[in-house]
């Protein structure tokens, strides 16, 4: 994530009302997301997602809200209580080598974001580690901001760590992929990148 991050008030620009046209959380994640799941969205920003995931999990499920920011992760705490989420929605404060999620989880998110890290292949070798077998995960990028032969770059390093392509979602102004995560792929030594 290092110095590539997002500053965190520039979210407002592209986490507001109007995204909702473009980027509805009950199109993009229902057919693999559901009721009960753990799922992490890691670089969170404000949430946008985060309150989302949580509606579609629901009250047995838990989404776990990961970002590198603190002020970033009080305005999703406020989001979540107002969307009345709260209780499925966990924020963590990451570190720039570790996202920090120890429990397994069903289901990743990486929305625009893992260009921001500063190593990409151990970035996604621990959400590798912490996916259960034959968990998702879905790396959507900014088609303003990464190329597609940068987006195939990013695939190609997931599947030498073991994931293999499911689908390739539409996702309105990004390149996007669903990976699931074959059994027995997890790292020894991945718990920093």
């Known amino acids: 994530m290092g110095s590539h991050v997002c500053p965190w008030w520039l979210a407002y620009t592209f986490d507001n009302p109007l995204r909702a ?14 009721e009960g799941m753990t799922v992490a969205d890691i670089g969170c920003g404000m949430g946008y997602f985060s309150i989302g995931l949580a509606k579609i999990v629901k009250e047995n499920g838990k989404v776990i809200a990961v ?31 570790e996202i920090g999620i120890p429990e397994p989880i069903d289901f990743a998110l990486t929305f625009w974001m893992v260009h921001e890290a500063p190593e990409i292949k151990p970035f996604l070798q621990q959400i590798n580690d912490i ?13 303003l901001h990464v190329s597609r032969s940068q987006f195939e770059h990013e695939i190609d390093i997931a599947r030498d760590i073991g994931f293999r392509i499911k689908d390739e979602p539409k996702i309105s102004f990004s390149h996007s992929v669903l ?3 074959a059994e027995d792929t997890r790292s020894i030594n991945a718990r920093t990148y």
């Open 21 to 34: 046209l473009f980027h509805r959380s009950d199109q993009i994640f229902s057919s693999f997301v559901k």
């Open 67 to 97: 970002d590198i920011q603190t002020k970033i992760l009080e305005v999703l705490e406020k989001r979540a209580r107002s969307a009345g989420v709260s209780d499925i929605v966990q924020t963590r404060l990451c570190k720039e080598n």
């Open 131 to 143: 996916l259960k077998d034959s968990g998702l995960l879905l790396i959507a990028e900014p088609k």
């Open 179 to 181: 990976l699931e995560k």
